[in-house]
């Protein structure tokens, strides 16, 4: 079915980038593997990353990502179906194994399964804590890790902004580093490290070079704070993100 409802679905999107004129730039196209299992792992700035990363595994080697997602986008009438359709993971965030175990068995099939290893939207587009997951199933897998770094996405689409999905002639980012591939004796905890140290790097590079530019001070919002932005820290993001995962909690608490 995925092969039925995964390319409209590409094409959809490519239409909708070419209306707005969303100036997407590929680097590193020739990193996707040609073919097996590989974890796609990405940064997460945008609800539109995984958009974008998918849109730099399909035009670099023909790969359709499975993207790990939280399990309420299968259950929505529109996204459900596609979701399913594309071969994407749920992930029910109360008992992660299942999608876990679903992850590795896609790996071991040859797929390539997209991670945010970040978990949530980073707030201050610089690059939160990773978890491990993405590492651990590199390592059970025997699939080498692919580091994606996404910049400008956030311009369209983030958490605490409206949308502006009509903006047109953003600048689109999409940088694919090496592969890494595990050694017998890596420990994901080490391996995750390395893996983030790779993507801090690139996340500076793809900054350096963006081609656009805040169109004055009400629009620096989506630069980080240390690039003269007005984003907030990471340190006062990662309060935010508390807050909110707090006040989720008592609401369902009080649910019942």
């Known amino acids: 079915m995925a092969e039925f409802v995964y390319p409209p679905v590409i094409g959809a999107a490519l239409t909708a980038f070419r209306a707005l004129d969303v100036r997407i730039k590929i680097i590193g ?12 792992v990405s940064n997460h700035i945008s609800y539109l990353d995984f ?8 035009r670099g080697g023909k790969r359709k990502t499975r993207f790990m997602a939280k399990d309420d986008v299968f259950r929505h009438s529109v996204s459900g179906p596609l979701m399913r359709g594309m071969k994407h993971i749920p992930v029910d965030r109360t008992d992660g194994q299942p999608a876990y175990e679903a992850a590795v068995r896609a790996l ?4 390539v399964v997209g991670v945010f290893p970040e978990a949530t939207i980073s707030r201050s587009f ?6 491990t997951g993405a590492a651990r199933m590199a390592a059970d897998s025997g699939a080498p890790l692919l580091p994606v770094i996404l910049w400008g996405t956030q311009q369209l689409w983030t958490k605490g902004r409206p949308k502006t999905l009509t903006k047109r002639h953003v600048p689109v980012t999409i940088m694919i580093g ?3 591939h595990l050694g017998p004796n890596d420990k994901p905890v ?8 790779a993507m ?14 805040p169109s004055g001070p009400e629009d620096s919002w989506w630069l980080p704070a240390q690039l003269g932005g007005t984003a907030p820290t990471l340190e006062v993001a990662e309060a935010e993100d508390e807050a909110e995962a707090l006040a989720k909690a008592e609401r369902r608490a009080a649910r019942g």
């Open 51 to 58: 958009l974008f990363a998918g849109l730099g595994a399909y």
């Open 178 to 180: 090496e592969p890494i």
């Open 190 to 197: 080490m391996v995750t490290r390395k893996l983030r140290a």
């Open 108 to 111: 071991k099939a040859g797929e």
């Open 200 to 213: 801090s790097e690139m996340l500076d590079r793809a900054q350096r070079e963006y081609p656009g530019k």
């Open 29 to 40: 196209a020739e990193h996707i593997p040609a073919s097996g299992g590989a974890v796609l």
């Open 126 to 131: 610089m690059l939160k804590k990773f978890k």
